[in-house]
């Protein structure tokens, strides 16, 4: 290797080192600062490494505040999401593919335009609609609002991922004895799988980590996701717990990057649908 | 095995007529070619056989059940897909043994047809691989298997060589005609390419834009084309073509056309066709082998000669009209060369100006 080449390397691995850090410290310090007791807290010069490890913040989250409850309807409502816009969007996307019926371009062409419309626009009238239909204060409020914007993104990206299968698949299928649902099942969301399980992802990110509606339609401590919960708890006008804080992130961004990890493989699958080919 | 019948049957997409007033008997256990360039309706009339699209009008039987509103699953056919279509997240085994499962078979009896199929098409080494894993012709036996295992009474197959190698195609062709009379079931074959049609099937029905021009032996087909677009859609280099004329004096007809005049063998024509001291405006057609170079005839001049080997196809300028002909390799000629033409008398085929349709006894 050439010394040009070599210098080469050196400054590319020092820039992409550079961007990984820039990326990684502020969660970096999230970890330390979770984990430092709090007598270090404020130090000036701050410590990078704490002297003591102490998971006595994590003990308190965990003891005095409701952050398990809050968990448990993030949870809740980050799956329960997910599993209805995963129905509903790779049955939509599957019939705009696949059925001829009068409007279902037009169809298509509307679902992307709510998409186009700022979710802030509708926290109003879903606000007022929630009470109207007796759902105010529910988890299942913020089930369908989440629904409502991540739907669309939903059904044009499987509706994209879904085209790439060919059809003659499901033609086979049903020569060979299938009913049209279970040549859907059979065949189609096998092959759909990659596609389904990054906007899975996608709208269980969108669901976890969404707070303005939350903090709209939401008001009372059961019902509460992470997001707002943790933002009530631990932040008031006088006074930030920053360790508290810093423990509930880590352990927010826990079942993320766990989610992450298993189903990577899938995701970069899916940023680049259509040039996979059966 | 069943007889398939289609009787008076459209298919229009909007305001495209792909299938005209179509209709056609297969006998059971005939091997049916359907021919014709692309779009003209050939893959859509086999998707109405199969279910996979609905007749604008008209009727289809299966045997003697009318399937028009029957699914694709309940129609007792097997269809080869062009693309294979097989199910890439299956094994073989899987695949072959799909239509089987949907059909409610004891899993026992399954084990045994799969292995039947699997051994018929050499496919037992490989039933525990992925379709991504196999060769084109392997994938396509694989296709053949799937369609095989459930004893289907009509075989419905898809341009399914297209995508196999020169050489491949011609060793698939041997195997399928096998296999046809090993198990004569009633197979339809959707092509465009001839060869095919011509050395596998019983009948070929020749379309062209949803429209049957001929359905008859390969032999009648490349002998008695009955229109001047079959005429010139079956031979491979195709027909040659002459627009001129024809009259009658005194009982002898005579064309005229391209600079050649020559004398109707009596009989080619019915009788009556052209009243005495009349004319009529035709198109004369011969196959490149009709026409001999000689020291006699018609003066032409070659313009390509193409050596293929066991033949050589040579082009040549007869006043202006580009006339092909096939000649024995053993016929030394070159460009540039003067030669003689003569036409095969009992060869000339006669087709009508206005539809082409054929004038021929």
Redesign the interface.
């Known amino acids: 290797m050439s010394l040009k080449k070599k210098s080469r390397r050196v400054l590319f691995n020092l820039f992409a080192w550079s961007v990984i850090g820039l990326i990684a410290f502020p969660l970096i310090w999230m970890l330390v600062t979770s984990i430092k007791p709090q007598s270090e807290l404020f130090l000036i010069p701050p410590t990078l490494l704490p002297s003591e490890i102490t998971f006595e913040h994590y003990w308190r989250l965990i003891d005095e505040t409701p952050f398990l409850t809050y968990m448990k309807n993030s949870i809740i409502l980050a799956l329960s999401t997910t599993a209805v816009v995963i129905v509903i969007a790779t049955l939509g996307a599957h019939s705009l593919l696949r059925f001829s019926y009068p409007g279902r371009e037009r169809l298509a062409q509307l679902v992307l335009f709510t998409y186009l419309l700022p979710s802030v626009v509708l926290i109003i009238p879903l606000y007022f609609l929630m009470i109207w239909i007796g759902l105010a204060n529910s988890l299942i409020s913020l089930v369908i609002a989440y629904t409502t914007f991540s739907l669309p993104y939903a059904l044009w990206l499987l509706r994209s991922f879904m085209a790439a299968i060919?059809d003659?698949?499901e033609?086979?299928?049903?020569?060979?004895?299938?009913?049209r649902m279970?040549a859907f099942i059979?065949?189609i969301l096998?092959?759909a799988l990659p596609g389904i399980i990054s906007t899975a992802l996608f709208t269980m990110i969108l669901a976890w980590n969404e707070y303005l509606y939350a903090l709209v339609l939401v008001n009372t401590d059961e019902s509460r996701p992470l997001t707002t919960g943790v933002m009530s708890i631990l932040i008031t006008s006088f006074n930030i717990e920053w360790s508290l804080l810093m423990a509930a992130s880590v352990m927010m961004s826990v079942p993320l990057i766990v989610a992450f990890v298993f189903l990577q493989k899938y995701l970069t699958r899916g940023f680049g649908a259509g040039a996979v080919k059966? | 095995m069943s007889e398939v019948h289609i009787n008076h049957v459209y298919k229009r997409f909007g305001d495209v007529t792909a299938v005209d007033d179509l209709s056609l008997l297969f006998k059971a256990g005939e091997f049916v070619s359907v021919l014709g360039p692309s779009g003209c309706g050939k893959t859509t009339l086999l998707r109405m056989l199969a279910g996979l699209e609905t007749p604008s009008a008209g009727e289809i039987s299966i045997g003697d059940k009318v399937v028009n509103d029957l699914p694709p699953g309940s129609r007792d056919i097997a269809m080869v897909f062009q693309t294979y279509a097989l199910y890439p997240h299956m094994t073989v085994r899987g695949n072959i043994e799909y239509p089987l499962k949907k059909r409610r078979t004891p899993k026992a009896e399954r084990a045994v047809k799969v292995k039947d199929a699997a051994e018929l098409l050499q496919l037992e080494e490989l039933l525990d691989r992925k379709p991504r894993q196999l060769s084109g012709g392997q994938q396509q036996r694989v296709a053949l298997g799937r369609a095989l295992v459930r004893d289907p009474a009509v075989f419905l197959l898809d341009e399914p060589l297209s995508n196999l190698d020169a050489k491949l195609r011609a060793h698939m062709r041997a195997e399928l005609i096998q296999l046809h009379e090993r198990i004569g079931k009633t197979m339809v074959y959707v092509t465009h390419d001839q060869l095919e049609a011509m050395t596998m099937s019983h009948r070929i029905a020749v379309l062209r834009f949803g429209v049957l021009q001929q359905f008859a032996s390969p032999d009648e087909v490349y002998r008695k084309p009955a229109n001047e677009f079959v005429a010139g859609f079956i031979g491979t280099p195709s027909m040659n073509f002459i627009a001129g004329e024809i009259d009658n004096s005194d009982g002898k007809l005579t064309f005229c056309g391209g600079g050649v005049a020559l004398s109707v063998q009596a009989g080619l024509l019915p009788d009556g066709l052209i009243a005495d001291g009349d004319k009529f405006l035709v198109k004369m057609g011969f196959r490149p082998e009709d026409i001999f170079i000689g020291d006699q005839g018609d003066d032409a001049l070659v313009s390509v000669v193409e050596p293929t080997g066991h033949e050589v196809i040579v082009l040549i300028d007869l006043n202006g009209n580009e006339v092909v002909a096939r000649v024995n390799p053993d016929v030394r000629l070159k460009a540039g060369d003067k030669v003689k033409l003569r036409f095969r008398p009992d060869k000339l085929h006669f087709f009508g100006t206005k539809e082409g349709i054929r004038l021929n006894v």
């Open positions: 060919p003659d698949l033609s086979a299928a049903l020569v060979d004895g299938a009913t279970e059979d065949v096998p092959q059966g």
